[in-house]
């Protein structure tokens, strides 16, 4: 087993209610900014729960870890490559979804992944980024091991301008840094508190950690 799926599998061990929490998150939140026509990309999807619990028309899953296709529904695509080279056509998809993944790669590889978003991407398609914030996590952004580079929405909007990408919405503080620490809680309790979090966006200038930006391609 490659060192990327132990570890992964250490630190999100509660599928079951990973995936609970994202059927919360997607219905409650995320789908308002999803059509039912629009081909979605989930980039990397992990175990796929963002991309198994939104409604749209195509979709697809890209992961370096090979074992992300054995959680994803059967009308996912699954793409076994690397985000820098993406297997799909030039304007082929609407939406591209991104949660907590530039804080794993380099910075020269966060230009390549932005270059392939634009090239597969259709006019006017955006990427839709969760990324945990260092300017309101620094404390905690080390805390995991295959965290490798510091990255705020600053940082972000910059590397999306370089591509001729308009940032059109974002929330700067909006979900906490992490679940972890409730997977040992009750799952009932801890769904009905992410709908209620989203229910009182007061709670976000509190908790929130992560910050979700959308970026617009206008050529």
């Known amino acids: ?97 991104i949660s907590n993944f530039f804080e794993h790669i380099t910075k020269q590889e966060s230009i390549l992944v932005v270059k392939e978003c634009k090239r597969i991407l259709k006019k006017n398609g955006q990427v839709i980024i969760l990324q945990p914030n260092i300017r309101f996590c620094a404390k905690d952004y080390w805390r995991f091991f295959d965290h490798i580079t510091p990255i705020d929405d600053r940082a972000l909007e910059e590397l999306f301008s370089l591509f001729g990408f308009k940032k059109i919405f974002s929330v700067l503080k909006f979900l906490p840094y992490t679940t972890q620490d409730s997977y040992n809680k009750n799952q009932f309790f801890i769904l009905l508190s992410v709908r209620l ?23």
């Not at 979090?197 to 050529?219: A, H």
Request: proline share 2%.
């Open 197 to 219: 979090y989203l229910l009182f966006p007061l709670l976000w200038s509190f908790f929130g950690k992560q910050s979700l930006l959308i970026f617009q391609k206008n050529d």
């Open 1 to 97: 087993m490659r060192q990327e799926s132990i570890l992964y599998k250490n630190r999100f061990y509660n599928e079951n209610l990973r995936n609970n929490i994202w059927k919360v998150l997607t219905k409650n939140y995320f789908q308002k900014f999803i059509k039912k026509s629009d081909n979605v990309l989930d980039l990397p999807c992990g175990y796929g729960e963002f991309i198994n619990n939104i409604s749209c028309n195509k979709k697809y899953a890209l992961d370096i870890n090979k074992d992300a296709k054995k959680f994803l529904h059967k009308n996912i695509t699954f793409l076994h490559a690397s985000a820098t080279k993406i297997p799909l056509q030039k304007n082929s998809v609407d939406k591209i979804f």
